[in-house]
């Protein structure tokens, strides 16, 4: 592109920058959230919470399903 279309889309130099941020925000979130030692480590809190009975069996086995899907997609990539 040209020195007169950097010109034109000079204006849109802020959403454009501002769009690059979001999606590096969202790369990090996701890593994150899938990240295996993470889970693991919610799995670890999940188990103490229904060994201290703050938490029932079928609330338990609800979590644990969804973490364990975190897991899961996370090892195979989001």
């Known amino acids: ?3 007169l279309g950097e010109l034109l889309l000079l204006p849109a130099a802020p ?3 501002t769009a690059w941020v979001l999606r590096r925000v969202v790369e ?3 890593r994150q959230y899938y990240d295996p030692a993470a889970v693991r480590r919610e799995l670890a ?3 103490e919470r229904l060994e201290a009975g ?3 069996e079928e609330t338990f086995d609800r ?3 969804e973490l364990l899907d975190r897991l899961e997609k996370g090892v195979d990539g989001p």
Do not use: H, Q, V, Y
């Open 1 to 3: 592109m040209g020195l």
């Open 63 to 65: 979590l644990e399903d």
């Open 15 to 17: 959403l454009r920058g």
């Open 54 to 56: 703050e938490i029932d």
């Open 45 to 47: 809190r999940l188990t």
């Open 28 to 30: 990090e979130a996701e």
